[in-house]
């Protein structure tokens, strides 16, 4: 199993920082859930005044300027330019299945069915990535890992409470979402495959910009009208930048480098986060009330990442017992007794 320490200096993150390079990754897994799933409030505000397919373009714009801006002027060109057939593939890959295609049925889906069914087919995301997974780079999970996510699962269906007639209508919209899901899964399963050796930030960058440019010829298609951009007002602007520069410039960053890194199935496992982090913003800048449900839900996602992340926390739980007695940390392997 792929460890969460797999990697000792990420290019996103400067080398200066005290934070232990193992825990990095877990850091960073914490920090892309926050923002993908506080990223929800701003979308809903831009929607009111923005065509779905048109809104998701426009958030890609923002984050492919702000990323490319960065890469450009915080790296050599040999480490921004693809230099090598897997660098292209692996940025037309990212830009069509992780932007263009995820995001195009996931902002059609979600203006056609209800946010509780929306929230519960994206959440198949980490269910559909073990199977790709298997098809393309032959991994195969074990049976705790495997419970893990159904667990998370569990409590995904805890937090967002689902009602039978939730599902009873949107039918279309449920589907547009569910391909979203599979876009996200497979994309992220080949974009581990293909093995780029191109920068992960300067990757997403450029994916970022494709996407947007396939977004926006969605958008077109869809008969959505480009001068409803000339008609928003302040917060809509504002919901744009907010999503595009954190919720998407940061985010999908972290993302690639992570299923880089650690792979995709355990990075997809932040699907089961967005609704829980979703509640939480909706309560703190709408004023949504957060339910006991919401709460239990969250605790039981908790359980599953225990359970899928298991060997790796036992291996933790070991280093800080051999510490404490006066042994190596950095020993290896760690006997612990049961």
């Known amino acids: 199993m792929v460890q969460l320490s797999s990697s000792p200096t990420l290019p996103s993150i400067p ?12 850091a960073l897994f914490g920090l892309l859930a926050v923002l993908f799933g506080g990223s929800f409030v701003g979308i809903k505000a831009g929607l009111r005044e923005l065509p779905p397919v048109l809104f998701a373009a426009l958030r890609f714009d923002v984050g492919a300027v702000a990323l490319l801006a960065y890469v450009v002027f915080s790296r050599p060109r040999t480490r921004w330019r693809p ?19 995820n995001n195009a049925f996931l902002f059609a889906g979600q203006a056609l069915t209800t946010p509780a069914a929306a ?8 269910v559909l990535a073990p199977v790709f997974a298997w098809f393309v780079l032959g991994q195969r999970l074990s049976r705790v890992n495997a419970a893990g996510i159904a667990v998370a699962l569990g409590g995904v269906l805890l937090v967002v409470q689902p009602s039978p007639s939730a599902f009873g209508g ?3 919209g449920q589907a547009l979402v569910m391909i979203a899901a599979v876009s996200v899964a497979a994309g992220s399963v080949l974009l ?39 008609d928003v007002g302040a917060t809509t602007v504002a919901s744009v930048l ?28 932040v699907s089961y986060a967005f609704p829980a982090f979703a509640a939480v913003s909706g309560w703190l800048v709408l004023g949504a009330p957060v339910s006991a449900g919401t709460v239990f839900g969250f605790v039981v996602v908790v359980a599953g990442f225990v359970l899928v992340e298991h060997e790796t926390l036992r291996t933790e739980l070991c280093r800080v017992r051999r510490r404490r007695e006066g042994c190596d940390p950095t020993a290896s392997p760690f006997p612990c007794d049961d």
């Open 15 to 26: 080398a200066r920082l005290s934070l232990p390079a193992r825990y990095r990754d877990a």
């Open 83 to 101: 230099q090598t057939r897997a660098d292209v593939l692996g940025v037309g890959v990212a830009a069509t299945f992780l932007v263009a295609a």
């Open 119 to 126: 929230s519960v087919m994206y959440g198949l995301n980490p």
């Open 170 to 172: 949107g039918a279309v």
């Open 192 to 230: 581990r495959r293909l093995d780029a050796s191109m920068d992960d930030v300067a990757l997403t960058a450029w994916a970022m910009a494709g996407g947007a440019v396939l977004l926006h010829g969605a958008s077109l298609a869809a008969g959505e009208s480009p001068a409803r951009v000339a």
């Open 242 to 269: 907010a999503v595009g520069l954190p919720a998407t410039a940061v985010a999908y960053a972290i993302y690639v480098g992570l299923v880089t890194r650690v792979g995709p199935v355990r990075t997809n496992l």
